[in-house]
């Protein structure tokens, strides 16, 4: 018996890093999932990994920015396999900090595109298949960045993921009705392919590490505990929550 047997699964940014260990543990704890990625290869790779162990899942080209590419990413989940129950809006994008002065419109830009529209454009579209299923889990990853340490963070990343909050408490009230829950896990610096691409310098990454009262990156599967936790019945009791994951950082 797996946490989630019988569920079916949307996870965006799945082509590697915490999506992909997301689609490996959710398919190994029973559920049939749907993955999406810009970086195709990557993602079939999982896809290819996870039916070997004989579990269910699917890759799906997923620009998070484009509508389109939502609706056939739920379709595809939908006719697959019948129904859609959790979705992990995972997929974002953080870029070197500057002064506000000095970021452009285009940078600005595409962090809320890809950061916030994106989770606004998975839930949008998820709502209504999650309904016809009778409820649903809506899992937002945000970021310690939305939460706290404000003097320290990249303001168009630190603003995305700040509403995103907000957002995922709208969702939370508005959709309680339609037994769809909807929490946001707030992570702190995490050892991922995307946080040593911002941080490629050890002494960033030390400075970084020197605000974090544990002393260390969070470990993927540290967050992918809370992501299970909520998209199993285990938090039905639980909706617009927050969980943060950050070694005591938001304690400083």
Request: net charge negative; proline share 3%.
């Given at each position: 018996?797996?946490?989630?047997d019988?569920?079916?699964?949307?996870?965006?940014?799945g082509?590697r890093?915490q999506?992909?260990a997301e689609?490996?543990?959710?398919?190994?704890?029973g559920?049939k999932?749907?993955f999406?990625?810009?970086?195709?290869d990557?993602?079939?790779a999982?896809?290819?990994e996870?039916?070997?162990a004989?579990?269910?899942a699917r890759?799906?080209h997923?620009?998070?920015t484009?509508?389109?590419?939502?609706?056939?990413?739920?379709a595809?989940?939908?006719?697959?396999?019948?129904?859609?129950?959790?979705?992990?809006?995972?997929?974002?994008?953080v870029?070197?900090?500057v002064a506000?002065?000095?970021?452009?419109?285009?940078?600005?830009?595409?962090?809320?595109?890809?950061n916030?529209?994106g989770?606004f454009?998975?839930?949008?579209h998820?709502?209504p298949?999650?309904?016809?299923a009778g409820?649903g889990?809506?899992?937002?990853?945000?970021?310690v960045?939305?939460?706290g340490q404000?003097?320290?963070?990249?303001?168009?990343?630190?603003?995305s993921?700040g509403?995103?909050r907000i957002?995922?408490?709208?969702t939370a009230?508005?959709h309680a009705?339609d037994k769809i829950?909807?929490?946001?896990i707030?992570?702190?610096p995490?050892?991922t392919e995307m946080?040593?691409?911002a941080?490629?310098?050890?002494?960033?990454?030390?400075?970084?590490?020197?605000?974090v009262?544990?002393g260390?990156?969070g470990r993927?599967?540290?967050?992918?505990?809370a992501?299970m936790f909520?998209?199993?019945?285990?938090?039905?009791?639980?909706?617009g929550?927050?969980?943060v994951?950050d070694?005591?950082?938001?304690s400083?």
């Amino acid at each position: 018996m797996g946490r989630l047997d019988g569920k079916v699964a949307l996870i965006s940014g799945g082509g590697r890093g915490q999506g992909a260990a997301e689609a490996r543990k959710f398919t190994a704890e029973g559920a049939k999932v749907v993955f999406g990625d810009i970086r195709d290869d990557e993602g079939r790779a999982v896809e290819a990994e996870i039916r070997a162990a004989r579990g269910e899942a699917r890759y799906v080209h997923l620009d998070v920015t484009q509508e389109a590419d939502w609706q056939s990413a739920v379709a595809e989940a939908v006719n697959r396999y019948g129904e859609l129950h959790i979705l992990v809006n995972n997929a974002g994008i953080v870029i070197p900090r500057v002064a506000i002065e000095d970021r452009t419109v285009e940078e600005w830009d595409l962090v809320q595109a890809v950061n916030l529209k994106g989770v606004f454009l998975g839930t949008k579209h998820s709502i209504p298949a999650m309904r016809a299923a009778g409820g649903g889990s809506i899992i937002n990853i945000s970021s310690v960045a939305g939460y706290g340490q404000s003097t320290t963070q990249e303001p168009a990343y630190a603003a995305s993921k700040g509403a995103v909050r907000i957002f995922s408490k709208v969702t939370a009230t508005q959709h309680a009705k339609d037994k769809i829950r909807c929490n946001t896990i707030f992570p702190g610096p995490v050892d991922t392919e995307m946080i040593h691409a911002a941080m490629s310098d050890p002494k960033v990454l030390a400075e970084r590490l020197s605000r974090v009262p544990l002393g260390r990156l969070g470990r993927i599967e540290e967050i992918i505990a809370a992501v299970m936790f909520l998209a199993s019945d285990d938090s039905a009791y639980m909706t617009g929550g927050e969980m943060v994951i950050d070694g005591g950082a938001t304690s400083m």
